[in-house]
């Protein structure tokens, strides 16, 4: 694959992460992959374009990330932005 069809790749992936986030909030990254990937949707397929998401500002990640309390993903609300609260935990 060449770089430049990889780098779209991973654009296309942001932006159905993004929409999916904004469509149903609260989602784990399994949860995530598997409805863009179903059975073969694993956290690890969508890790780092979720990472790029959060450190952007574009979503929030709340949760501690362990079996118990995943991390989950959120839009980021106006009031989240306004308050100066940084989306990444």
């Not at 942001?14 to 992959?33: D, S, W």
């Not at 409805?35 to 949760?63: F, K, M, N, W």
């Not at 100066?84 to 935990?89: D, E, S, T």
């Amino acid at each position: 694959m060449t770089s430049v069809m990889a780098a779209t790749t991973r654009v296309m992936l942001i932006q159905a992460l993004k929409r999916l986030v904004n469509e149903g909030p609260g989602r784990t990254a399994t949860e995530l992959a598997r409805a863009l990937y179903g059975h073969d949707g694993y956290q690890a397929r969508v890790g780092p374009a979720l990472r790029t998401l959060c450190y952007s500002g574009q979503i929030e990640r709340r949760g501690e990330g362990g079996p118990a309390d995943p991390y989950r993903y959120f839009p980021v609300t106006a009031a989240t932005a306004d308050s100066g609260q940084q989306a990444w935990n």
